[in-house]
């Protein structure tokens, strides 16, 4: 079964500074989709960024970027120049290729403080 | 456009009490799924479903019931419902299980057993 650890369950930022989350996980499968979600105190799940396996490429969304190191079976998200809005608590989850119809796969979350 | 639709947003049960946890999409999704959040811990999958009539147990499936009699509901059913069943419960639907199909989430309903 597919593991998802995130070691850090509480990170605090000054705004406007950088922070990565870690998030490392387990599994066999060479073809998978990685994710990071959002999670607000409105208990909204928000999709911040998502990365394939077979990608090298890290993926990038406007101040939100991944550091995706597969044979280290590790993909951190990194929040640039935070802002207030981005407190949260952040959800890594993991999902296979081709065959995930049992949906993600979740860590047990970061929560974030920005500090102002 | 609603997206994923739960209700109620809040619900305080008794010790072996019964309900049900509605949830509806306008996506024409296939995939349905739910999901418990306790505290401090990420969601754990209750049940799926990958179209209408097809169910499927989750990891924590024991005490709920599901049903997917169309494709734009999958509602969950509390039997006998027990302390440690408090929880927050979320919807979730997506196209299909590609990596451009995301799951778009309900707002979750806050659920307390006493």
Redesign the interface.
Known sequence: AQT?T?SQ?EMSVQEAETVTLSCTYDTSESDY?L?WYKQPP????I?VI?Q?AYKQQNATENRFSVNFQKAAKSFSLKISDSQLGDAAMY?C?Y?I????????T????THLIIQP | NAGVTQTPKFRILKIGQSMTLQCAQDMNHN?M?W?RQDP??????IY?S?GAGIT?K?EVPNGYNVSRSTTEDFPLRLELAAPSQTS?Y?C?S?RG???NS??H?G??T?LTVT
């Open positions: 998802v995130q369950p989709y994710f409105s208990r909204q799940m999709l998502r394939e959800f989850a999902r290729s081709g065959g995930g119809a049992d949906g993600l979740f860590g047990k979350g | 995939y799924y999901y401090g811990m990420g969601l754990k999958l799926y990958v499927d989750g927050v979320f979730a997506s299980t590609e990596y995301p799951l989430f707002n979750g806050r």
